[in-house]
């Protein structure tokens, strides 16, 4: 048992010992490839993410890092995690300063570690400038402000994140710069932007949803190329996946989807998904904010096409204002495209006259093309309900003209994209080439990396074995103990007992002193049959108690009074246990409980079954008496029996998922005074002995 203990304890340390040495080793080969992070940097990871999905709890976080902050750099880091946050709510004036304070703390900290060598520090400054310079960018494009100050912030920030090889940032990047494009009527920049983070993403494996900005914006740029089927082939792609994206690629989704459903005429439908991005703003951001307001503008368009005029134009009211204090060009535009529309077809022409002249194409010439398109189709529609039929025909021949200059500038963008889609293929070819060369020496550091890895596994599999094999030889010994003092124990009933029978029966010495003998030896045949047999029927242990308590009854002048009691219709040659196990108790009672007692000696066995198990059953063996009660001090072969039969138990069921359970207790009368003993057995159903 020793040898057994230390082998086991040596095996065990052993594994442990090689389990830390794989972890050492893939922790050194994470620090080698830059995949072992530290601590601080994947906290502001998480917290991205939680500003990303407008967590309530990420201005906590926020708060707390600035607090614990040990540097000056780390404070600003969560600093510009706040100012985000704030700029998502839409206080964008507000957040434009607040973005200038932490552009100027970069400035100042690289001056002051110019002559140092830190590329770490270089790192987080770069990471920092980026997220700050994104951010004003993606102000600057809500409220429709310069592009070219917006483009300048995305090209900053998308130098800065190639210099810290930040590609997994990238692609988002170049989809924001495509939209400052299309926004600029440039599609063939926007198309090469989108290529180029198609291109990235691709090669960083990026799934489905994570790129999702790319998708729509590309499923934007071919609805502004009237290729709707090709569009809505993104939008049918991409909504499956709705659920995985972030709130803002959700509200971002919603309203392009709703744009297409316009453009192709689908109101109802266009209606429908408008108000479900309102619903979602209001759930789950400001609805007070630029989204909600662009929301509300385009519902006032798809009512107005729905003929609810005074829905149109309480939506149309509602948000003039507030694009009016943001200064916000094209919003307005939009506004008063709308309104000369309720003129047109509601005959509210109060202030329409402002509203045509504030949509003067010549003074908004950098209004997109769908919008221009919209205006001009309800100024045409409002001259023709005034009947002033010589404005009407002018206002047909500009938009037909300014139609049919845009629709050659489509063609031309068509072919544009064809073109790009073709270099990007011959690259994209180039570069898979390139990759396959480095493809191969990773392959091959991962096969050397993969056969270590296996055969530290194969090591670990052998030792485990070996433990296995060692605990089952010591399980094994301990079996062949128990069967050894199983064997002593059945092999002998009573040595003392069965020498008593025959002196009393040779004292006797009349006519029956045959009889007891004959039945001693009927008896003892029994026991050494049965002593043989792992297991054996209650059916024959119950029968050799029959043979055994008519031999104690002998010894006892006939003074013992046995009651076996077996539940009616029980088969009991169908139930397995042990063998001796019911003598044992049976020798108990009468030995050191009935012998020597005055008065009535009275001995039961109880048997019975117990069918609400479900899918077994359980036999219940109770032998009672009403003696002296039990008392393992008083002798030690009570000890020694009841010992058995709790070993044979314990090896018995660690085999079997189905327990056998043994109990023993006095009984005793409201008095407090000890009325006998009485043990239980329970076997269940299906034991493998």
């Not at 010589?390 to 489509?410: G, V, W």
């Not at 074995?465 to 059945?490: E, G």
């Not at 069965?498 to 045949?525: G, Q």
Request: proline share 2%; aromatic share 8%; hydrophobic share 35%.
């Amino acid at each position: 048992m020793n040898r057994s203990h230390c082998l086991y304890t040596t095996l065990t340390k052993t594994v442990v010992w090689l389990a830390l040495c794989i972890s050492a080793s893939l922790s050194c080969d994470r620090r080698h490839t830059g995949e072992g992070d530290t601590c601080g940097k994947s906290r502001l990871a998480v917290l991205d993410d939680s500003i990303a999905n407008f967590a309530a709890s990420a201005m906590d976080s926020v708060a707390k890092g600035m607090a614990e902050a040990k540097d000056s750099v780390t404070h600003y880091e969560y600093y510009a995690r706040q100012v985000v946050f704030m700029a998502q709510k839409s206080t964008y004036k507000e957040a434009q300063a607040h973005f200038d304070r932490i552009t100027q703390f970069v400035d100042r900290e690289r001056a002051a570690r110019r002559k140092k060598d830190d590329p770490a520090m270089e790192h987080r400054l770069n990471a920092l400038l980026a997220k700050v310079l994104v951010s004003k960018a993606i102000c600057n494009f809500h409220c429709h402000g310069d592009p070219q100050a917006t483009l300048q912030h995305y090209m900053q920030a998308y130098l800065l994140m190639e210099q810290n090889g930040d590609m997994h940032s990238v692609p988002d990047l170049c989809a924001n710069i495509a939209d400052v494009f299309l926004q600029d009527n440039n599609i063939p920049e926007c198309i090469n932007w989108y290529r180029k983070a198609l291109f990235v993403a691709d090669s960083l494996h990026h799934p489905k949803e994570r790129s999702a900005t790319i998708y729509l914006g590309l499923a934007q740029v071919y609805l502004s190329l009237h290729d709707y089927k090709t569009a809505y082939g993104y939008y049918n792609e991409l909504e499956d996946k709705l659920h995985n994206m972030t709130p803002a690629m959700q509200i971002y989704f919603l309203n392009n989807l709703g744009n297409y459903y316009y453009f192709t005429r689908q109101y109802d439908m266009s209606l429908k998904t408008f108000l479900r991005m309102k619903n979602y703003i209001e759930s789950n951001k400001n609805p007070d904010d630029i989204d909600g307001y662009l929301c509300k503008t385009n519902l006032a368009d798809v009512y107005l096409n729905l003929d609810s005029i005074d829905k149109a134009q309480q939506y149309v009211d509602e948000v003039e204002k507030f694009f009016t204090n943001g200064a916000d060009s094209v919003c307005i535009y939009y506004c008063h495209a709308i309104r000369i529309g309720i003129a047109a077809r509601g005959g509210q022409t109060k202030d329409v006259r402002h509203s045509i002249a504030a949509t003067d194409m010549a003074d908004n010439p950098n209004i997109p093309y769908n919008i221009v398109s919209i205006r001009n189709k309800y100024l045409q529609e409002y001259y023709n309900s005034t009947g002033n039929i010589r404005l009407a025909y002018e206002c047909m021949k500009r938009h037909n003209a300014y139609t049919d200059s845009m629709e050659q500038y489509i063609y031309a963008m068509r072919a544009e994209d064809i073109m790009t889609r073709f270099t990007n293929d011959t690259l994209k070819l180039h570069h898979r080439l390139l990759m396959e060369h480095k493809n191969n020496d990773i392959k091959q550091a991962n096969l050397t990396k993969t056969i270590a890895v296996t055969a530290t596994i194969m090591a670990i599999l052998v030792i485990m074995l070996m433990i296995m094999y060692a605990r089952k030889k010591q399980t094994q010994a301990r079996m062949d103990i128990l069967n050894l003092k199983m064997d002593s124990i059945r092999n002998r009933i009573s040595p003392h007992f069965m020498c008593n029978v025959i002196n009393h029966s040779i004292n006797r010495a009349d006519t029956k002193a045959a009889e007891p003998l004959l039945k001693m030896a009927k008896l003892i045949r029994s026991n050494l049959e049965m002593s043989n047999m792992p297991c054996t029927t209650l059916k024959k242990e119950i029968d050799f108690v029959r043979q055994y308590v008519k031999m104690q009854d002998i010894m006892m002048d006939g003074q013992l009074n046995v009651d076996i009691n077996i539940e009616q219709d029980m088969d009991t040659a169908k139930v397995y246990m042990p063998p001796m196990f019911i003598q044992i108790l049976v020798e108990n009672a009468i030995c050191h409980g009935l012998k020597g007692l005055e008065g009535n000696k009275c001995l039961c066995i109880n048997i019975s079954r117990d069918t609400t198990h479900g899918d077994y059953a359980t036999t219940t063996v109770e032998v009672r008496d009403n003696g002296r009660g039990f008392d393992m001090r008083r002798n030690a072969r009570i000890g020694t029996g009841l010992g058995v039969i709790s070993q044979t138990i314990a090896v018995t069921n660690e085999r079997n998922k189905r327990k056998m359970r043994f109990d023993i207790r006095n009984t005793a009368d409201k008095d407090g005074n000890c009325t006998g003993c009485t043990a239980t057995i329970t076997i269940p159903d299906g034991m493998v002995f």
